[in-house]
């Protein structure tokens, strides 16, 4: 299964993995290694997020990082192509717009 990030949630990714290092000084890397074990996980058996209402009624999912409380989401775009659309803070109670 092909799986490809949206330049927002490349942005994401990375504003999330500089404020880790930056700010988790004894797991500097749980961000990277929690994000590459949750890609794989989704690459794999692409139904394992949950459900995740987007504004345009497109069929959206989200995987929780439970470590670092992040959740990743996704769509499946084509049905050998999965599209990360963003990369979440679970702590802040809402979702992102997904379009």
Same mark, same amino acid.
């Given at each position: 299964?092909?799986?490809?990030?949206?330049?927002?949630?490349?942005? /994401?990714?990375?504003?999330?993995? @500089?404020?880790?290092? /930056?700010? @988790?000084?004894?797991?500097?890397?749980?961000? /990277?290694?929690?994000?590459?074990?949750?890609? /794989?996980?989704?690459?794999?058996?692409?139904?394992?997020?949950?459900? +995740?209402?987007?504004?345009?009624?497109?069929?959206?999912? @989200?995987?929780?990082?439970?470590?670092?409380?992040?959740?990743?989401? +996704?769509?499946?775009?084509?049905?050998?192509?999965?599209?990360?659309?963003?990369?979440?803070?679970?702590?802040?109670?809402?979702?992102?717009?997904?379009?």
């Amino acid at each position: 299964m092909n799986l490809e990030l949206a330049p927002r949630a490349v942005r /994401d990714a990375e504003r999330h993995a @500089r404020w880790w290092r /930056d700010n @988790r000084p004894a797991a500097r890397l749980l961000f /990277d290694q929690e994000l590459a074990a949750g890609l /794989d996980q989704i690459r794999a058996s692409p139904e394992i997020g949950l459900a +995740y209402p987007g504004i345009t009624g497109k069929d959206y999912r @989200r995987l929780l990082l439970p470590r670092t409380r992040f959740h990743i989401y +996704y769509r499946l775009a084509a049905p050998d192509r999965i599209r990360v659309v963003a990369i979440w803070g679970a702590a802040r109670e809402r979702g992102p717009r997904l379009r």
